[in-house]
């Protein structure tokens, strides 16, 4: 049984879905309702079946157990060298199965695409979903939306890397795809369409690819992706973009824009200063918070206010926590957070919707008060003074008068 709910149904074939990805939410609920965040881990480049994945693959069961880990994101490169073949082949188990043993590593993954994943059969990962209860992907391309406690949500699109940039590094066998340039208008369309639609509703809006779009590491800076990508994340007040394939942890964060590299999941090289190939060449090396080299994954904690990514390396040990905050008032401003907000602070609410009905009626009372004293008679104490006074005069003279008479 899956440990999550579908409320919204896919109303594609399943052909259709795998060419143009999921283009309604799949809600995702949360199975621990008593804790203050929705915590997930993150691992790419993993499936190498090696020491170091064995290594890294316990961590990720301790942790996941540390903060009730409710999914792990694969962010591709999963099976190496050369993907898989069907939907039972042996890597399935060599590298996955045989590899995260923990119970606790026993939740929902949500994977995307890498190069060495077109090697082999994409469409076996995807049909794999249909009969592996740890495995989750409707489609090349896809989000998730997922209930974040006290309220909110996050909001995560799985997007195909590959298909924006083929020449990126070992698929340019894509280009012989006489519809190449159409899928690829496509996809690209659907993440503007995907994220103008849910950046209204989402406190956190995340985008998973494999590619980089800045890194130090082996592959670079990615040109299609700065130009084509970038500029619909910024647009849509993405919070963070989140990759792997350079093996490598990496925290960027350029012209106001989150990047997260976790691609040291399987251990595999170049390590070392090779690892570090553009230091000094990349657009982000001046924009550099945190790197380093050793392998390992991520475990994100997200609440309504803040989301803590926190750097972990095959033994165990945090090597850095990123803290994003603030995050954007759309959210805020809409009904689903105006309710998340009533749900958690319901004095506060009624306090400040008493006080807003309060304001108002100050202003317009006060309002009313001043023209209605400015249309009132004025009277002048002066000129009654004076009129008193003359009075008065007029008074004691006409006695002096009669006592003269």
């Not at 899956?2 to 999921?22: K, P």
């Not at 994977?111 to 249909?130: V, W």
């Amino acid at each position: 049984m899956r440990y999550f709910t579908v409320i919204a149904i896919i109303s594609l074939t399943f052909a259709e879905s795998i060419q143009n990805g999921v283009v309604k939410p799949i809600h995702f609920s949360t199975k621990n309702k008593k804790k203050d965040s929705l915590n997930f881990l993150l691992t790419g480049d993993w499936g190498w079946n090696g020491y170091n994945q064995t290594l890294t693959a316990y961590q990720m069961g301790v942790y996941s157990w540390l903060i009730s880990a409710e999914f792990v994101i694969a962010l591709g490169d999963n099976f190496y060298v050369d993907g898989v073949t069907n939907t039972s082949d042996p890597t399935w188990n060599r590298a996955f199965h045989d590899v995260y043993t923990s119970k606790y590593l026993k939740i929902p993954w949500f994977p995307i695409l890498g190069n060495h994943d077109y090697h082999g059969n994409t469409t076996a990962q995807i049909e794999r979903s249909k009969v592996d209860d740890m495995w989750t992907m409707p489609a090349k391309y896809y989000y998730y939306v997922y209930d974040i406690p006290h309220g909110g949500t996050l909001c995560i699109v799985y997007i195909d890397t590959q298909i924006i940039d083929p020449s990126a590094h070992d698929t340019e066998s894509m280009y012989e795809n006489p519809n190449w340039e159409n899928n690829r208008k496509e996809h690209l369309e659907w993440i503007v369409r995907v994220l103008s639609e849910q950046n209204r509703t989402a406190t956190w809006l995340l985008v998973a690819g494999h590619y980089p779009v800045y890194s130090i590491g082996d592959s670079g800076d990615n040109n299609q992706l700065i130009t084509s990508l970038l500029p619909i994340l910024k647009e849509s007040n993405v919070h963070a973009y989140i990759c792997g394939h350079d093996h490598n942890h990496q925290h960027i964060y350029k012209d106001n824009f989150h990047f997260i590299v976790d691609g040291s999941g399987g251990g595999r090289g170049p390590l070392g200063p090779n690892g570090l190939r553009h230091l000094g060449i990349s657009a982000a090396t001046n924009n550099m918070e945190h790197y380093f080299l050793t392998c390992g994954f991520s475990f994100i904690e997200a609440t309504q206010g803040t989301l803590k990514i926190n750097f972990v390396d095959n033994i165990g040990r945090i090597h850095y926590v990123a803290v994003l905050g603030n995050p954007f008032p759309n959210y805020f401003l809409s009904s689903q957070g105006i309710s998340a907000f009533y749900t958690t602070n319901p004095t506060l609410s009624v306090f400040l919707i008493l006080l807003m009905i309060a304001i108002p009626m100050i202003i317009i009372g006060g309002y009313g008060y001043w023209k209605m004293k400015e249309k009132s008679p004025r009277i002048i104490q002066k000129d009654t003074a004076i009129d008193v006074s003359e009075r008065s005069t007029t008074s004691s003279m006409l006695f002096i008068d009669k006592e003269k008479g």
